[in-house]
């Protein structure tokens, strides 16, 4: 794909229209700030027609637009105006689930024997004998169950991702914190549909039935979906939770998540670290995944690229075993999630990030299964915290600085390059929380801050008529003024994705592992292997100032091109004696050195 990926949460990106609600033809108004920043592909996470549950990934139609973003003519319009400028448009692609008001769903609800009756994962019920139990250990209901006879269970353990719902209530009933020892419950991944008399899988939602992907029809029908955004001329696709598509034929338990070792995040017994039953994760490499590769086939003078979501490998720890970047490597990524996973006040060590840093980028040049393939950085999205929420102002320049001076494709969320925070959880109020986790990824999805005008400039629609508010400190924050500051976060990106865009050494030369005499500082370098200079990137870990020696740089002699505190240096004209001298860090800060001439 070439240079860096902008992800687009197309409702709170630009309102073009003064609905509240941003759109298409606001993503159009805003193609040239992009150019300007430096971006080479959009990725617009869901603009489909949804049913309203969770942020758009509860898709009715596949292959429209719901009329609240616009039409199809819009996004032709978009692709277009995209292309003409250099940029690529990439679209989000969600084979594990749709809507519950989909068309298929309906169709597979009211007619088992039809077309459609196997088009997600229907089970029939259990009956318990006397003494079972009602339901699985720390596992319940919530609403799901409603109208299930009183004889019968679900088919196993398996819990909804979206289990925060039991926290809050626990949280409630205990007064805001829930005492050591007690556990906090999952809900049930099944749901009971009256109907047909059968259970539905929805590992998300309720709302959101799990296709069965086992299914060829199925297979057909979502690659079809790509076909048709490919035909439109979009040039790649961002693929959602890949590593739940293939589900346990044989419906075995899962094994609850031991105690200690659940996902901060979630705090959920069956949470996504141990699903090891419930997904099936080889045959989605060996059968499904070159079913999507064929797709891409069939546009030989393209180059099309899959970006997929695999928490599974990113929650092993590191990515060095990813299996997904070494089928094509050419062709498809994993998200390089270990990193950002680290990338928070806790993992904010330079032992951690060195060597994830070390084993991932050095595997593309080493592994032959991995050579020409494309590593990529990301340090957040419409799922996860702000950056600068989970490692503060400075440490969140330095981030950015690594992962825009990193090999690959980086992958910005809008605002980040604002160093936006989360908007505070207490600053939303009740009425407005949208995100089916009970609101606790709206703080990340609040709308771009462009500038001092009503709603930051988002929107001309009256502030209570916006999708989320928009954060109080937009006066502070916009990014209109920090266009006229030369230090400010936007600044900083945009120095950091025009260096990289005009520098052949950080767009496409290799990755170098470097030591440095400082436990609190990582360096590492960009050079072709022929090259005997490199660009060096240097980071403080620590919040003291630091001086420090690079101990195997390939040249002596460095300047400073960029700090992640000032952007512009004044030291710029200086150069630096690698071979002998230390360089000065601040706390936090990191550098970018570039080879003297
Ligand atoms: C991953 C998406 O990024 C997230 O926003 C969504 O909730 C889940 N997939 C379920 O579709
Ligand atoms: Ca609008």
Known sequence: MGGAVYEIYP?????????????IAGIIDKLPYLEDLGIRTIWLTPFYPHGGVDGGYDIRNHKDVDPEFGSIEDIKRLIEQAHNLGIKVMVDFVPNHTSNK??????????????????????????????????????V???????????????????????????EKLKKQYGGTIPEGVKVPAVTAWVWHPGRRQFYLAEFTKEQPSLQWANPTVRKAQTDVLHFWFDLGVDGARIDVLNHILKDPELKD???????????NNDNPHDQKTQKYMVSYKPVLKLYIPQIQAVADKYPDRSIQFVHEDWITALKGDMSGDQISKLRPELDTAFNLARLLQTNKEGWRAAIHKRLLDLYHLAFFTDPDL?????????????????????????????????????????????????????????????????????????????????????????????????LPVDPNYLELNLEDQAKDPCSFYSLYRALLHTRNSSEELSHGGYNPMETDHQDVLAFGRSHPEERRQYITVVNFSEKEVEVAILNAKQNLARIAISSETVLTEDRSKVIRLDQGRIKLKPYEALLLEPVA
């Open 141 to 167: 209901g919530g609403d799901r169950l409603v109208g299930m006879p009183e004889e019968y269970t679900v088919p196993n353990n398996w819990t909804s991702i979206f289990s925060i719902s039991e926290r």
């Open 371 to 467: 050579i020409g393939g494309i590593p990529n950085e990301v340090a957040s999205s419409h799922d996860v915290d702000r950056v600068v929420t989970r490692l503060g102002w400075h440490a969140s320049r330095a981030a950015a600085l690594i992962m825009l001076t990193a090999p690959g494709t980086p992958y910005i969320y809008q605002g980040e390059e604002g160093g936006f925070p989360n908007v505070r959880y207490e600053d939303i109020p009740l009425r407005m929380r949208r995100d089916a986790d009970m609101g606790l990824r709206d703080g990340e999805r609040c709308p771009m801050m462009w500038s001092r005008r009503k709603n930051a400039g988002f929107s001309d629609a009256p502030a209570a008529n916006l999708w």
């Open 102 to 139: 989909h068309e298929w769903f309906a169709q597979s609800c009211d007619d088992p024997e039809g077309q459609f009756g196997n088009y997600y994962i229907w089970v029939d019920p259990k009956k318990r004998g006397p003494n079972d139990p009602k339901m699985p250990e720390n596992v």
């Open 11 to 23: 409702r709170t990106f630009y309102d073009s229209n003064g609905d509240g609600i941003g759109d």
């Open 254 to 264: 899962e094994e609850p998540v031991p105690d200690g070792e659940y996902d901060p």
